[in-house]
Nanobody, 124 residues
């Protein structure tokens, strides 16, 4: 059974940093393309970063230069390093996996496995 479990969310002031983690069961991170999505209250879910199974990262324009997606050498954990956080980054963040290729804009319907989410709150 595939499981994705996020952690690392919290409250931080604007300009601060957080690192989100997504621990995965089985070999999902090594075999699937992975992504981070976020959803703020009253807003649509949006994809913020993705990494394919060749470890090539891509980012939404809104986070480019501030967020870094990566995975550990054992390919059991996915990360999202978030720097220079802004109030507009406040959202629930989810990791997700797809058996297809990464295509922008990221569409949630293309992702087959999801974590439960971790809350990020940035105060200005």
């Amino acid at each position: 059974q595939v499981q994705l479990v996020e952690s690392g969310g919290g409250s931080v002031q604007a300009g601060g940093s957080l690192r989100l983690s997504c621990a995965a069961s089985t070999y999902i991170i090594s075999r699937y393309c992975m992504a981070w999505f976020r959803q703020a209250p009253g807003k649509e879910r949006e994809g913020v970063a993705a990494i394919d199974n060749h470890s090539s990262p891509t980012y939404a324009d809104s986070v480019k230069g501030r967020f870094t997606i990566s995975k550990d050498n054992a390919e059991t954990t996915l990360y999202l390093q978030m720097n220079s956080l802004k109030a507009e980054d406040t959202a629930m963040y989810y990791c997700a996996a797809t058996g297809t290729v990464v295509a922008w804009p990221l569409e949630g319907r293309d992702y087959h496995y999801w974590g439960q989410g971790t809350q990020v709150t940035v105060s200005s």
